[in-house]
């Protein structure tokens, strides 16, 4: 029986039974005597002495809180010294002490201070009015099941352990499909991933070869432009250490910065070099050589006019 969370388990033995639709644990019987204005205090104590045992009931209202039960000693100091019952009335706040007939524990405990009181009804008055408050489930009467035959019960047992089998196959199938179809989403989506990965390093690699041609296209045009530049000058080249100083100068300069030019002139220990586009020309002052001085420059034209500066 469950009571404000927390459950209460009352065990007999069957042969104690009675035969009728209703049979609960004597400690529930006393729910009613709050419900029915037969008492007024709102925590109470029931307690019973039976052969060699007493029993005590805790109750909140109508709420069964706590049942107590200890062997009994005719020594009454020294039986509520072992049992702690006057501590266990105060723990469960109980105002009132509720017996169906006086005993010498009952004067025991009004001699200590407890409030008692002989409850003139009986058992069976008290267990009609508590039909209604108790739940069914503390209810030890059950109703008996219909006995099927022993050939039943074998082709019901026969269906259920086929029934059982056929689950657990369908299941372990299923659990195999199931695996089976993840595993080849997973090897198509690695399948998938490898193509996109494969695909894109291909896209890299061209751009990269295409860009590398394009740059030895670029310097090979630079390098026949200033090849060219060098064949017009030499024709017209007299010797001279310091103009043979200048022009490996300059032509290391371009080449290393790959700098297209479409005129390069010397005049005295000037250089007058014209770019071919902007983009040479604003190449060149920003990494011009520390060796050059800029003398002068022509952004309409791209052209500058440079020094060599002697160490």
Do not use: R
Not at 91 to 98: A, F, K, V
Not at 123 to 135: G, H, M, Y
Not at 189 to 218: A, F, R, V
């Amino acid at each position: 029986m469950k009571e404000n969370e927390i459950y209460h388990c009352f065990l007999t033995s069957v042969e104690n039974l009675p035969k009728s639709q209703f049979c609960f644990p004597e400690p529930l019987i006393f729910k009613p005597l709050f419900k029915n204005n037969l008492i007024k205090e709102d925590n109470f104590c029931f307690l019973e002495i039976h052969l060699n045992e007493v029993y005590l009931c805790f109750y909140e209202q109508d709420k069964f809180k706590a049942f107590k039960k200890f062997k009994y000693e005719k020594t009454l100091e020294l039986f509520l010294e072992k049992t702690h019952i006057l501590e266990l009335l105060k723990h469960y706040e109980s105002e009132i002490i509720i017996s169906f007939k006086n005993s010498d524990l009952i004067k025991e405990l009004e001699k200590n201070g407890a409030i008692c009181k002989i409850f003139i009804q009986n058992k069976n008055t008290l267990a009609k009015l508590s039909i209604p408050l108790l739940d069914k489930n503390a209810n030890f009467i059950k109703t008996i099941k219909k006995q099927f035959p022993l050939y039943l019960k074998l082709i019901f047992l026969f269906f259920l352990v086929f029934l059982s089998l056929s689950g657990i196959l369908i299941f372990v199938n299923f659990l195999n499909y199931q695996e089976n179809k993840n595993l080849q989403t997973q090897n198509k989506n690695s399948q998938d991933k490898l193509y996109k990965l494969e695909k894109e390093k291909n896209i890299i690699l061209e751009k990269k070869l295409k860009d590398l041609n394009l740059t030895l296209y670029n310097k090979k045009i630079l390098l026949d432009q200033n090849f060219n530049q060098l064949s017009e000058i030499v024709k017209n080249f007299k010797p001279n250490k310091d103009k043979t100083l200048i022009l490996k100068n300059i032509f290391t300069w371009l080449n290393q910065n790959s700098l297209g030019i479409s005129s390069l002139k010397l005049k005295d220990y000037n250089i007058i070099i014209q770019f071919n586009n902007q983009e040479n020309y604003q190449n060149a002052l920003t990494n011009l050589k520390t060796d050059f001085k800029l003398i002068s420059k022509n952004d309409a034209l791209y052209q500058i006019i440079l020094e060599l500066i002697h160490g």
